[in-house]
């Protein structure tokens, strides 16, 4: 409960009046397991938003349609003005517009931290090599992990690892970010490190959606905190708001769990 | 003296010393037996029986013999003819179990059905059951040379064999060869140019189709200018029996067919747990950085794919190899049927026929172990 009392620095916010991601009505299923049940939510680009919820909300489910990891099967999802559809070309272009950070990292094991970044650039972007490598470089410097660029990442730490994978999803320029439970898989001493890069990318005005426990990073980061259960949006308010006065039971009683441990 | 006993150093030591002296005995004694057992016969011990004619006819030979040649040329076909029925072995079942490990994990169900069927009924067949099947039910079935079943008017199938048209080198053969040649130097130079290129402007360029329309593009051109690289000697019958072109023999057929079903079975299963291997998370990543399903296969799945695939992959071409001795059932001469057989049974050198395709074995085994190996260090992961 001490991050309650903390007076926690917070950052200023970048949201502005452009819609970024706009969901109506998305419904999805697992064959009659209703994942997602009639989710409305609206990003404005600059936006910062932190998405917590017991495990088998959804959450993750939620945040892995917005770039097609997941198809919804009703309702409208549109990003950066592009509708998600069955469109391939669509698809692809809404992909190249949203970066992802998975909990496992996901870093390619027969690739190197510079490989694995510059990989999608060239593939993808057509990038000549060495303006691929020199970005790659570029944002490795900003995660603080440059001097690494020639090792693999089975000889990284998972801190490292995820660090790197932040910089890699950067090397694309998407316009928004999305982190799914980034820190769940690591040790306690390397949480700080990843969250202090992400805190950093928040400051540069990135769209961020963020799938995590971290309630510190969420006073700090985010401007509003949204609450999932069962395959729905409970609650979502500003931090402030949402951790002092909680309108809904199931909130407060999800709150009562993870602050008390 | 009890210390000593309970010394684990002064234990181990006497162990090995006892072992050593145990294999040492049944060494000698086996070697005693056997010069004592050969010297009751009459028989001479030594490789001198390789200079020797043979003095009986082979059924399929891959270099000119006579029967006044000696056993050691007899040694070199069974070698050629083991070899050959391995390598083509070797190159069907990688082709047909890739296609068939990959069909496993389709999107359509058809595919992926007949993919299975394929796998569960051709790996729980014995292969000496399935060489059987393929020499006596289908190629021994088969009508006599008056009767063949014809092909395109050039190839003849029937109970003598596959018989082929034969490749005669012509007026253009120089010129052609000599352009395939230019090609394949240019396609590879090509291929390095257009990844420069890629590197320094990022602009992918068509490598696959313009290798392809020069390996197809300048032997042709070469053909309408020269004429043609050979003339095609057409089997004929004549007679009982079909002359000119070339004979695959039933036997070989056969037992190519044979092993190179069997063995893809086992391939296929190998290359789907290889693809299946990789972790989700991996195409998941792929896909969210934006890459296209082709791409996802060739830099991501089939790069980690295969340093699961080869080690299991390689046990399957030496089992293939030794496999291939089984044709001495259908009397395909390979090196166990010619060389362990037939020269053993003539000369009564069974030590000597017997270590000479064992080596034999061996070494080709280990060639292919080699290879792979070093495929395998160059695909391995590096962690820590």
């Known amino acids: 409960m001490e991050l309650m009392e903390e007076t926690l620095t917070r950052l200023e916010s970048h949201k502005t009046q452009e819609v970024m991601i706009l969901m109506e009505h998305v419904n999805k299923w697992y064959h009659d397991f209703h994942v997602l049940k009639d989710i409305d939510l609206t990003v404005m680009a600059g936006e910062r938003i932190v998405i917590c919820g017991p495990s088998g909300s959804g959450k993750s489910t939620l945040i892995r349609c917005i770039n097609r990891l997941e198809a919804h099967q009703r309702g409208r999802i549109v990003v950066d003005g592009i509708e998600l559809t069955e469109d391939v070309k669509a698809i692809d272009a809404i992909r190249r517009e949203v970066g992802m950070v998975f909990q496992h990292f996901n870093l390619f094991p027969h690739l190197t931290v510079l490989e694995n970044c510059t990989l999608a650039p060239i593939w993808v972007k057509k990038m000549p090599k060495k303006e691929a490598e020199a970005l790659a470089l570029q944002y490795l410097q900003r995660v603080r992990i440059a001097d690494q660029a020639h090792k693999y990442p089975g000889q990284l730490s998972g801190g490292q690892q995820q660090r790197v994978a932040i910089a890699r999803a950067l090397c694309m320029k998407p316009k928004i970010m999305l982190f799914d439970e980034p820190t769940s898989a690591l040790d306690p001493e390397m949480v700080k490190e990843v969250l202090d890069t992400m805190i950093e990318l928040a400051a540069e005005g990135m769209t961020m959606l963020c799938v995590t426990h971290e309630m510190g990073f969420a006073r700090t980061v985010a401007d509003r905190v949204i609450f999932m259960d069962r395959g729905e949006i409970v609650e979502q308010a500003p931090p402030e708001e949402f951790f002092l006065h909680p309108k809904e039971e199931r909130t407060r009683r999800f709150l009562g769990q993870i602050l008390h441990h | ?384």
Request: net charge positive; no cysteine.
């Open chain 2, 1 to 384: 003296m009890r210390r000593w006993l309970y010394d684990p150093k002064i234990r181990a030591l006497a162990a090995q010393i006892l072992t050593i002296l145990a294999i040492g005995l049944f060494a000698g004694w086996i070697v005693h037996n056997t010069v004592h057992n050969l010297t009751v016969r009459g028989i001479a011990s030594g490789f001198g029986f390789l200079h020797n004619p043979a003095g009986f006819g082979i059924l399929q030979t891959l270099i000119d013999y006579r029967e006044t040649d000696t056993f050691a040329r007899v040694f070199v076909i069974g070698l050629l003819n083991t070899l050959l029925v391995a390598a083509l072995g070797i190159v069907f079942a990688t082709v047909l179990g890739f296609l068939v490990g990959i069909g496993r994990l389709a999107e359509n169900a058809l595919i992926r059905g007949l993919s299975a069927l394929y796998v569960e009924t051709f790996r729980n067949v014995p292969p000496l059951l399935q060489i059987f099947f393929w020499y006596f039910a289908v190629l021994r079935a088969m009508p006599s040379p008056r009767q063949s079943h014809e092909f395109l008017g050039a190839f003849f199938l029937n109970i003598r064999g596959l018989y082929v048209p034969r490749p005669i080198p012509a007026e253009g053969f120089v010129p052609t060869l000599l352009a395939l040649g230019i090609a394949l130097v240019s396609a590879f130079a090509l291929s390095r140019w257009a990844r420069r290129r890629q590197e320094r402007t990022g602009e992918p360029f068509p490598t696959g189709r313009a290798t392809l329309l020069l390996l197809i593009g300048l032997p042709l051109a070469a053909r309408l200018i020269f004429g043609a690289p050979f003339t095609w000697e057409l089997p004929q019958l004549q007679g009982f029996n079909f002359r000119g072109g070339w004979v695959l023999l039933p036997e070989l057929v056969a037992l190519t067919l044979a092993l190179s079903l069997y063995t893809a079975a086992f391939i296929a299963e190998t290359v789907r747990s290889g693809i299946q291997s990789v972790p989700r998370g991996q195409i998941e990543a792929a896909i969210a950085l934006g890459l296209t399903p082709r791409q996802r296969l060739r830099l991501i799945v089939l790069p980690q794919a295969m340093r699961v695939i080869i080690p299991p992959l390689t046990s399957q071409y030496l089992n293939l190899t030794k496999n291939s001795s089984l044709g001495a059932a259908i009397g395909y001469p390979d090196l166990v049927g010619l060389f362990a057989g037939t020269v053993l049974n003539q000369t009564g050198q069974a030590i000597e026929t017997i270590a000479m395709t064992m080596a034999v074995y061996l070494l080709i085994s280990l060639s292919i172990s080699l290879v792979m190996n070093w495929y395998n260090r160059r695909m391995a992961l590096v962690e820590r």
